[in-house]
C-alpha cells in the first residue's frame, strides 16, 4: 500500500515539475508579445529609458497616431484583410468543389489527376516567383491588388487534399438517400456534404488567412505604392525610411495591429480548429 501511494506522489511530482517547464518555457515565447503590446502603449521616449513593466504606468495611444501620421497604417489594416480574405475566399471557392469532386464523383482519371494536384504540394511557391513576376508585368498589373491575390490562390494542394479526405469520411448511405429522393450532384454538394465538413471549412479558412496575411515576398515585390502595401510589408517601412532611429513605439503599435486580428479570428474558430483536426478524416 506504501509502495503504491509512494508511486503516484512520485508520478504527480513528475507531473507538476513538467507543467512548470512547459509553463516557464510559455512565458519564455510569450514575452516578446507581452513586451510589444507594452511598448505600444509607452510613449516612445520612455520605451528605452525604463524596465520591462506588464502594463506602462503612462498608457498613452500616441504611438498610433504617430504611426499614422508617419505612414497609411490603417489603409494597411485595409488592405491586408481585404488581400487576406480574398485569398481565402478563392482558395475556398477553388478547393471546396474539386475535393468533393475527388471524393464523390467517380469520373476517367480521377486518381491521376488527383495525383497532379498532391504533386504540386512538392513544388516551393518560391520557385513560382519570378515568372508570376513576369506574367503580372506583362499584363500590366503591376501594384494593384489583383497582383497581390490572383496568383496566391492556385496553392491549394493541401486544401484540395484535406477537402477530399473529409467528404470521404462522410457516411455513403446519406448520398445514396439523396440520390433517390432525386437530389442532383450540385445539391447534394451544398446541402449535404458542406454543411457537414464546416468545422474543416472553418480550420482551413483560418489558415489559409493566417497565411494570406503573413505574406512579405511577394508583397514587397508586386506592391510600390506606400497606400496600396499590407500591414506585413508596410512594416518595413518604418526601418527603411527611419535607419538607426527606429520609432519604436509607433513600430510596435503597427505590430500590434498586425497581429490583433489574426489572434482574434484564430480565437473565434478554436473551437472548430480542434474538431476538425481531432475528427475522422482519415481516407476509407
Same mark, same amino acid.
Given at each position: 500500500m506504501t509502495s503504491t501511494a509512494s508511486t503516484a506522489s512520485n508520478a504527480a511530482l513528475r507531473r507538476g515539475a513538467v507543467h512548470l517547464m512547459l509553463a516557464a518555457l510559455s512565458l519564455l515565447t510569450l514575452f516578446p508579445l507581452l513586451w510589444m503590446l507594452s511598448a505600444a502603449f509607452t510613449p516612445n521616449e520612455l520605451i528605452t529609458q525604463r524596465a520591462f513593466r506588464l502594463w506602462p504606468e503612462e498608457a498613452s495611444l500616441s504611438n498610433f497616431r504617430i504611426a499614422g501620421e508617419k505612414h497609411p497604417i490603417w489603409w494597411w489594416l485595409f488592405n491586408s484583410v481585404l488581400?487576406?480574405?480574398? !485569398?481565402?475566399?478563392? *482558395?475556398?471557392?477553388?478547393?471546396?468543389?474539386?475535393?468533393?469532386?475527388?471524393?464523390?464523383?467517380?469520373?476517367?482519371?480521377?486518381?491521376?489527376?488527383?495525383?497532379?494536384? !498532391?504533386?504540386?504540394?512538392s513544388f516551393p511557391a518560391v520557385l513560382a516567383i519570378i515568372p508570376t513576376y513576369i506574367a503580372v508585368v *506583362?499584363?500590366?498589373?503591376?501594384?494593384?491588388?489583383?497582383?497581390? !491575390?490572383?496568383?496566391? &490562390?492556385?496553392? &491549394?494542394?493541401?486544401?484540395?487534399f484535406y477537402f477530399r479526405q473529409a467528404f470521404r469520411s462522410l457516411p455513403d448511405e446519406m448520398f445514396e438517400a439523396a440520390r433517390i429522393d432525386g437530389c442532383g450532384i450540385w445539391k447534394q454538394f451544398r446541402d449535404i456534404a458542406v454543411p457537414n465538413v464546416l468545422p474543416a471549412i472553418a480550420a482551413l479558412s483560418v489558415i489559409s488567412f493566417m497565411g494570406a496575411w503573413n505574406i512579405y515576398l511577394w508583397g514587397q515585390l508586386v506592391l510600390e505604392d506606400s497606400a496600396r502595401k499590407t500591414l506585413t510589408t508596410g512594416i518595413a517601412m518604418f526601418a527603411d525610411v527611419d535607419g538607426a532611429d527606429t520609432p519604436w513605439g509607433p513600430l510596435m503599435a503597427t505590430s500590434l495591429l498586425s497581429v490583433l486580428p489574426v489572434l482574434g479570428l484564430?480565437?473565434?474558430?478554436?473551437?472548430?480548429?480542434?474538431?476538425?483536426?481531432?475528427?475522422?478524416?482519415?481516407? *476509407?
Open positions: 488581400t487576406a480574405s480574398a !485569398i481565402t475566399l478563392g *482558395k475556398l471557392a477553388i478547393s471546396l468543389p474539386a475535393g468533393y469532386a475527388f471524393a464523390r464523383l467517380p469520373f476517367r482519371g480521377r486518381r491521376f489527376l488527383f495525383g497532379l494536384v !498532391i504533386a504540386t504540394m *506583362k499584363i500590366q498589373a503591376f501594384d494593384t491588388y489583383s497582383a497581390m !491575390i490572383v496568383p496566391s &490562390i492556385p496553392y &491549394i494542394g493541401f486544401y484540395v484564430f480565437l473565434l474558430a478554436q473551437r472548430y480548429i480542434v474538431q476538425a483536426f481531432s475528427s475522422g478524416t482519415v481516407e *476509407k
